[in-house]
């Protein structure tokens, strides 16, 4: 096994910028879950034109049709555009998709606790499984009222880059996170 010694610098300013990202997110609320579904309809649009230029390439060089590429690409464009001139739909759906990202981020990451116990030690064990456990209890209150996910999504994504953050910074200290 390789030992790593020294700082992780990279997991360390990731670290920083989540906690900045995080207090923000706690002082305008609203403008953080607006501003995460703007980037998103941004995203759909750029992606929604990325799969249509493929579907015209391939068709160049090939002659077969890629529809699924086509059809997806519309889709996106379409998505995407409506996230824009819609933001508040947007944001109705956005807390209702969160939560179960929310569950399955916080599954996946305690299913490699035994590998993180084997490599970072006790304290970074207990952190990233109470960390985990504590999201997927919020992931299940925002699945079960999802007027309440609506009001809260900001705080509740402020309060997780602050952990995120936190657990970034102790896994670069530890020096668990240099070379990465």
């Known amino acids: 096994m390789k030992r790593r010694s020294g700082y992780?610098?990279?997991?360390?300013?990731?670290?920083?910028?989540?906690?900045?990202?995080?207090?923000?997110?706690?002082?305008?609320?609203?403008?953080?879950?607006?501003?995460?579904?703007?980037?998103?309809?941004?995203i759909a649009v750029l992606t929604g034109i990325a799969d249509i230029v493929f579907y015209i390439k391939i068709d160049r060089h090939?002659?077969?049709?890629?529809?699924?590429?086509?059809i997806s690409g519309l889709f996106s464009v379409m998505v995407g555009v409506m996230l824009l001139a819609?933001?508040?739909a947007g944001t109705?759906?956005?807390?209702?998709?969160?939560?179960?990202w929310f569950i399955a981020h916080c599954v996946s990451r305690l299913c490699h606790l035994n590998i993180i116990r084997l490599t970072a030690g006790k304290f970074y064990y207990y952190l990233?499984?109470?960390?985990?456990?504590?999201?997927?209890?919020?992931?299940?209150?925002?699945?079960l009222n999802p007027i309440v996910s609506i009001a809260a999504v900001g705080y509740i994504i402020g309060a997780y880059l602050i952990l995120l953050g936190a657990e970034s910074i102790i896994v670069a200290l530890s020096g668990f996170g240099s070379g990465w």
């Open 8 to 42: 992780g610098w990279l997991e360390l300013i990731i670290g920083v910028l989540l906690i900045l990202l995080g207090v923000f997110s706690f002082i305008r609320p609203s403008e953080i879950l607006l501003g995460v579904v703007i980037i998103y309809g941004i």
């Open 62 to 70: 090939t002659g077969f049709l890629p529809t699924v590429s086509l």
């Open 128 to 143: 990233a499984m109470t960390v985990n456990i504590i999201g997927i209890i919020l992931g299940v209150i925002m699945i």
């Open 86 to 88: 819609y933001p508040a």
């Open 92 to 100: 109705w759906v956005f807390s209702l998709l969160f939560p179960i």
